[in-house]
């Protein structure tokens, strides 16, 4: 068995409660303005990214980082919502696409206007661009 050193540890620690602290308060400025959580924004952006052709939900899925059972429900929610719309796959007559709607651009630019001043507020006035850099850099490595 190996046993991760002190120092292993110790930024083990500090980056979980750094990613903790920082989502939490980004969702909490979220919600105070009324706006769905930060998974509805990620799927908005990804959706956002790609071809007018969409991402099939499993391709979704993996930048996401959300169970398989908990996508569906996101989808089926934002599909509800207006947000995102399902169409058939034209690589594949069998599959289904999500794309974005023009109602979801505009949820994800007002989402933005908060999501990005607490971001700052979260990151940006704790670190100089330096550090940023390094942190952005050391963190890459770890994906």
Not at 28 to 40: T, V, Y
Not at 54 to 70: H, S
Not at 94 to 107: E, F, H, M, N, Y
Request: proline share 4%.
């Amino acid at each position: 068995m190996v046993i991760p050193s002190e120092h292993t540890q110790k930024a083990w620690a500090a980056l979980f409660r750094a990613h903790t602290l920082a989502h939490e308060a980004i969702e909490a400025e979220l919600k105070k303005a009324g706006l769905p959580n930060l998974s509805w924004y990620d799927v908005l952006w990804e959706l956002e990214q790609t071809s007018e052709c969409g991402l099939r939900a499993f391709e979704l899925q993996p930048k996401l980082l959300l169970p398989q059972y908990g996508m569906s429900r996101l989808i089926n929610r934002m599909e509800a919502q207006g947000l995102i719309a399902k169409h058939d796959c034209p690589e594949d007559g069998r599959g289904v696409a999500l794309s974005i709607t023009d109602q979801g651009r505009k949820t994800r630019l007002k989402m933005w206007a908060v999501y990005g001043p607490a971001m700052q507020k979260a990151l940006g006035e704790k670190l100089s661009e330096n550090e940023m850099v390094q942190l952005a850099t050391m963190l890459k490595k770890l994906t």
